[in-house]
């Protein structure tokens, strides 16, 4: 009898431990490895034989596709999986860093080092994860060199301008290192990124044999990646995201099309103060001032495109309240280059168009410890990314516009408690019992 109480005062303890504190999140903590093939758009893989990315699919979850934000560039789309922001509210609204009223325009590999084009107020993943304690790394990934309100990542990497993007021996390179940082150095995150297929894509264009070269050779760096995981025990406590920026669409040339000079339509110096433009599907202006009608006007008759002034474009786009972007954004339709005067536009390929279309979709695959085995998911937004990258790493997110609902199926457990909830159930089924016989 005495015993039995004995027992029962110390079941209850440890019930009441079990149930009543929650478990220590830190404990429970897995590392994150989030990798981005710039421009692999979500079909890539299915004409070229994958065995590594197909593994991948049985060994972990894997999304039909998803959708890029409106406005598919790679600065954008990159900073809104990263921030869980709409870009008008992250505000990188192009690849190139700009100023309309200075005509400053910088080139994107450049504007990747200028934090005053970053920083804007919302807070990217790595320094929210700092906050909290972890220990983050980017590696050549779009917003990971620069300081935010005067805090940088812990460790950063960015490509050189010219510096080659599809180089293997550097790729396993750049693996084995972002691996050691995971084992010998105690990272939480790292964000890994790579500039193909982007680069043959626009080059050649989606449907050229050296495409699908490039997509055996990504292929063949996921099997390096994972033997590495293995090779250094990070099975079980790394998760994995692997994910891009936008597609990739070939674009319509003579004598298939007319293609579109914009100057036919206006008198761009005399009208416009400023213009990005001969770059792909998304152009900006800034007309004169009283010009704006005029301009808008004179657009609207252009064909294979669609002009908007920036206050009045859907609001589904998420663009509208964005203070950076000029007052009229010039979306072309799929394939169709936006040409200012001449046509000194060499791309095969290129992306930027309505993130409505198939071509402009990306990937998405999982895997590690939290997720599921041969799960195929529905499409999203990437937008929705963010808290899931949040829940994995156990982190407060910042404000976002992303919903950890819609990711919430790829994960074993939809919530923490799920894994107390099993032996805090048994515990408290034999105090039940205990408690009976005493
Ligand atoms: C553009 O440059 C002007 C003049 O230097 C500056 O006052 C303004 O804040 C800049 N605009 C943006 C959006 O950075
Ligand atoms: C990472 O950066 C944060 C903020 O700058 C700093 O407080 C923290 O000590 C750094 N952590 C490591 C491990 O370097
Ligand atoms: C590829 O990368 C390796 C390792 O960084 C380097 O030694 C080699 O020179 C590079 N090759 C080219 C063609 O850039
Ligand atoms: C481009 O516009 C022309 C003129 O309106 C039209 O005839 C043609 O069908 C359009 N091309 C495409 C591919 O939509
Ligand atoms: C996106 O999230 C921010 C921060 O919570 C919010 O201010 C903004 O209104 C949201 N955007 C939309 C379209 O809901
Ligand atoms: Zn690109």
Redesign the pocket.
């Known amino acids: 009898m005495r015993l039995q109480l004995d027992l029962f005062l110390l079941l209850v303890l440890v019930v009441s431990r079990v149930v009543c504190t929650p478990l220590k999140k830190s404990e429970d903590r897995k590392k994150l490895l989030l990798v981005s093939f710039d421009g692999f758009r979500w079909d890539y893989d299915q004409d070229v034989d994958t065995p590594n990315l197909d593994q991948l699919a049985v060994d972990g979850v894997k999304a039909k596709y998803i959708t890029p934000p409106m406005l598919t560039m790679t600065s954008p789309s990159h900073f809104t999986t990263i921030t869980g922001?709409?870009v008008?509210?992250h505000e990188v609204v192009h690849n190139m860093m700009f100023n309309t009223t200075t005509n400053l325009k910088v080139p994107h590999k450049e504007s990747m080092k200028r934090s005053e084009w970053w920083d804007n107020g919302v807070l990217p993943l790595w320094i929210t994860a700092q906050n909290q304690g972890l220990k983050t790394a980017s590696f050549f990934f779009p917003g990971g060199g620069v300081s935010y309100r005067g805090q940088a990542v812990n460790r950063t990497r960015l490509a050189e301008v010219g510096h080659p993007d599809d180089n293997v021996t550097e790729w396993r390179q750049n693996v084995d290192t972002v691996v050691s940082w995971f084992s010998k150095e105690e990272f939480d995150l790292v964000t890994l990124y790579f500039g193909e297929p982007d680069n043959v894509g626009h080059a050649k264009g989606p449907d050229h044999p050296d495409r699908k070269k490039i997509i055996a050779q990504i292929d063949y760096i996921i099997g390096y990646l994972r033997d590495a995981i293995n090779n250094h025990n990070l099975m079980d406590s790394l998760n994995v995201i692997i994910t891009s920026d936008h597609g990739m669409t070939t674009i319509k040339k003579r004598p298939q099309v007319d293609e579109i000079i914009l100057n036919k339509y206006l008198n761009l110096i005399k009208l416009a103060s400023f213009e990005i433009l001969d770059y792909g599907g998304f152009g900006i202006l800034t007309p004169r001032p009283g010009k704006e009608q005029e301009v808008y006007d004179a657009l609207s008759k252009a064909p294979n495109l669609t002009v908007y002034k920036k206050h009045e474009m859907p609001?589904s786009f998420?663009l509208g309240r964005s203070e950076r972007l000029p007052p009229i954004v010039v979306m072309a339709d799929l394939g169709f280059n936006l040409n200012s005067r001449f046509i000194v536009y060499v791309n095969k390929g290129d992306h930027g168009f309505h993130n409505g279309e198939m071509d402009m979709k990306m990937i998405f695959r999982a895997f590690g410890p939290s997720f599921k085995k041969n799960f195929v998911s529905e499409p999203f937004d990437s937008v929705h990314i963010y808290p899931l990258m949040c829940e994995l790493l156990q982190i407060q997110p910042e404000?976002?516009?992303g919903s950890l609902e819609v990711t919430r199926d790829l994960l074993w457990s939809g919530g923490e408690s799920h894994r107390t909830g099993l032996p805090a159930a048994l515990l408290l089924w034999v105090l039940v019992w205990l408690s009976s016989v005493v």
């Open positions: 922001r709409w008008e509210d609001e998420h404000p976002h516009n």
